[in-house]
C-alpha cells in the first residue's frame, strides 16, 4: 500500500531516522544538564510543575489530531470547523492552567514552584496553532514535514534550557526550554502547511468532532493520569529529589523507547486507516506490527535495565546513582506496555471507542493504587509498582484488543516467545560481563559498549535463525540503505519468507 509517493516501509523508515535525531538531541541535552547545571532536586521541581500542567492541559487536544487524521472524509469546511473548536477549547484550557498554578504552588509548598507553573502554562497558548496542522501532515503522511517538526522543536528546546541552565536560571530554564519547544512546534507546523489559520471561524458540523473529542478526552485523560501521577504522587509522599531521581529514570527509558518504536506509531495509525478503508483483514496486519515493535523495543528495555547502573554513573554521575534502581524497573515495565501496540488507536479508528473507555478508567484505578502503595514505602516501590501494573494492564486491554483488531492468540503468543528469546540472548553478554569482567558498579564504557555490540551481534543472528517475522523489515530496510554504497550483500537474507508487510 502506498499513500502518496511514501510506502508504509519508507515512511516508517523516515519517521524512525526523525526520532533518531530527535533523541540524539535530547538524550545530549538531559546529559549536559544533568551532569553540569541541574540537580536532581531542581530537575524534581521541574517535574512537577510539568506533570500538573501537562495532567490538565492533556483536555486541549480533544481528540482533533485523531480525528483529522483518521476521518475517512474530510473536506475544507470540516478542517475549518475542527481547526476552529480547537481553539476554542485549547485556550480556554491554558487559561484555567494559568489560573490554577497559585493552589497548585500553595498545595506542594516548595518555594519557586510558582513561577515554573506559570511559564508552563503559558507555553500551552501555542499548542492549538500545531495540532490541525500536524495531524493533517500525518494525514497526508508527508513524515518529511513531521521529521522537520520533531527535530525543530527538541532542537529549539535544548539550546535554549541549556543556555539558560549556563547563565545560572537554574529549573527555570527548563521551563523556558517547554515553552520556546511549543513556539517552534507551531511556527514549524504552520510553515509546512502554508499558514492555515480557521478565518473566518466555523462552528457548523462541530457536534461529529465535538462528539468524537469528548471520547478521546477521556481517554488521554486517563492515560495522562496514569502517566503524570507517578511524579505528583512522589512529590507529595516523598520529596522533590525522589521525584528527580524518578524522572530521570523514567525520561531515560521513554526516550529510548520512543526512540525505537515511537515513530511507528504515528505511521501505523493512518496505515490501519488505509486498511479499513479497503476492508483488509486486520489481525496479520496487527501480528506483523507488534512482531516489529516487540523485536525492537524489549532488548533495547530490557539492555537498559541490564545496564541502568553504568550508565547512569557514566552518564551523569554518581549524584544520579539513585535513579538507577528505579530505572531498571521503569524499563522492565515498557516491555511489557508495548507488547500490545497501538491499544488505543486501534479501537478509536474502529469506533470502539467506549469499551475502551471503562477499561482505561480501571487500568488507570489500578495505576494509581498500586503507585500510592509503592511511593508510600520508598521510591523503589514505587518504581516497581509499574511492573505489577503492566502485567494488569495486559489482562484488561489484550481480551478486548483480540475482539477489536482480530488476530490470533496463538500467532501473537508466537511472536511474544520469539522476541523474549532474541530479547535474552541480545542482554546475556552484559550479564556475562558483570560475572567476569567486573560488576555493574565498577563497569566502565569499554566493557558496556562492547558487551551491547556482541549483544547486538547475537540479537541479528537469532532474529535470522528462529525465523522471526521482523528480519524481513530489518532485512529490507538495511539492504535499502547498505545498496548506496554497494553493500547490500552484506546483510543475510531470511532464511524463509514471510508474508511480506504492506507496501
Same mark, same amino acid.
Given at each position: 500500500?502506498?499513500?502518496?509517493? *511514501? ?7 523516515? =519517521? *524512525? ?7 540524539? +538531541?535530547? #538524550? ?5 544538564? =544533568? ?56 485556550? $480556554? ?31 500551552? /497558548? #501555542? ?45 527555570? =530554564? ?26 473566518? !471561524? ?30 505528583? %504522587? ?21 526516550? %529510548? ?12 495509525? !493512518?496505515? /490501519? ?16 506490527? $507488534? ?40 524499563? *522492565? ?18 469506533? &470502539? ?47 478486548? %484488543?483480540?475482539?477489536?483488531?482480530? #488476530? $490470533?492468540?496463538?500467532?501473537?503468543? &508466537? ?30 564504557? +569499554?566493557?558496556? /559498549? ?10 541479528? +543472528? ?14 529490507? /530496510? ?21 508474508? !511480506?508487510?504492506?507496501?
Amino acid at each position: 500500500m502506498s499513500a502518496g509517493n *511514501m510506502s508504509v516501509r519508507g515512511a516508517a523508515l523516515l =519517521a *524512525m531516522a526523525s526520532q533518531m535525531g530527535a533523541f540524539v +538531541i535530547q #538524550f545530549a541535552a538531559s546529559v549536559i544538564l =544533568a551532569r553540569w547545571f541541574i540537580d536532581p532536586d531542581e530537575l524534581g521541581l521541574f517535574t512537577i510543575a510539568f506533570s500538573f500542567v501537562s495532567l490538565l492541559a492533556v483536555l486541549q487536544e480533544f481528540g482533533i489530531n485523531r480525528y483529522v487524521a483518521g476521518e475517512a472524509s474530510l473536506d475544507e469546511d470540516g478542517i475549518r470547523t475542527a481547526f476552529t473548536v480547537s481553539l476554542a477549547i485549547s485556550w $480556554t484550557i491554558a487559561a484555567a492552567c494559568v489560573l490554577l498554578s497559585w493552589p497548585a504552588a500553595a498545595f506542594y509548598s516548595l518555594p519557586g514552584l510558582l513561577p515554573l507553573l506559570l511559564v508552563v502554562a503559558a507555553s500551552y /497558548f #501555542f499548542v492549538p496553532l500545531a495540532t490541525v496542522p500536524m495531524a493533517l501532515l500525518q494525514r497526508k503522511m508527508d513524515f518529511k514535514s513531521n521529521t522537520m517538526i520533531e527535530i525543530g522543536v527538541v532542537l529549539t528546546n535544548a539550546a535554549v534550557a541549556i543556555s539558560l541552565a549556563w547563565h545560572g536560571y537554574g529549573a527555570i =530554564a527548563l521551563a523556558w526550554g517547554a515553552f520556546a519547544q511549543q513556539v517552534a512546534r507551531a511556527a514549524i507546523a504552520q510553515w509546512r502547511v502554508g499558514g492555515r489559520l480557521p478565518i473566518p !471561524p466555523r462552528l457548523e458540523g462541530a457536534m461529529p468532532v465535538l462528539r468524537f473529542g469528548g471520547f478521546s478526552t477521556v481517554l488521554n485523560g486517563l492515560s495522562q493520569l496514569g502517566s503524570r501521577l507517578p511524579e505528583l %504522587l512522589i512529590g507529595r509522599l516523598l520529596d522533590a529529589v525522589a521525584v528527580g531521581l524518578f524522572a530521570r529514570a523514567y525520561g531515560l527509558a521513554w526516550q %529510548l523507547r520512543w526512540l525505537v518504536s515511537g515513530g511507528m506509531t504515528t505511521v501505523f495509525y !493512518p496505515a /490501519f486507516a488505509r486498511f479499513r478503508d479497503r476492508g483488509d483483514a486486520l489481525g496479520p496486519h496487527y501480528e506483523r506490527v $507488534t512482531a516489529s515493535f516487540t523485536a525492537l523495543t524489549w532488548p533495547t528495555m530490557a539492555g537498559l535495565a541490564a545496564c541502568a547502573v553504568p550508565v547512569i554513573n557514566i552518564l551523569y554521575g554518581e549524584r544520579w546513582l539513585g535513579s538507577a534502581r528505579p530505572l531498571e524497573w521503569i524499563a *522492565m515495565s515498557q516491555i511489557l506496555m508495548i507488547a500490545l501496540p497501538l491499544h488505543v488507536e486501534l479501537p478509536i479508528l474502529l469506533n &470502539r471507542m467506549r469499551p475502551l473507555l471503562w477499561r482505561f478508567g480501571l487500568d488507570t484505578v489500578v495505576s494509581v493504587v498500586l503507585l500510592a502503595i509503592g511511593a508510600w514505602f520508598s521510591l523503589e516501590a514505587a518504581a516497581a509498582s509499574r511492573v505489577a501494573y503492566g502485567f494488569a494492564w495486559l489482562l484488561i486491554h489484550a481480551p478486548f %484488543l483480540q475482539t477489536v483488531v482480530g #488476530f $490470533t492468540w496463538r500467532g501473537l503468543f &508466537r511472536i511474544w516467545m520469539q522476541s523474549a528469546l532474541v530479547t535474552g540472548v541480545a542482554v546475556l553478554p552484559v550479564w556475562l560481563s558483570y560475572v567476569y569482567i567486573a560488576p555493574a558498579r565498577d563497569a566502565g564504557f +569499554i566493557q558496556v /559498549f562492547c558487551a551491547a555490540m556482541v549483544g547486538i551481534a547475537l540479537w541479528l +543472528i537469532t532474529l535470522r535463525q528462529i525465523r522471526h517475522p521482523a528480519y524481513s523489515e530489518i532485512h529490507h /530496510f538495511a539492504t535499502h540503505a547498505l545498496d548506496r554504497f554497494g553493500c547490500s550483500a552484506l546483510v543475510p537474507a531470511p532464511r524463509a519468507s514471510r508474508d !511480506p508487510a504492506p507496501q
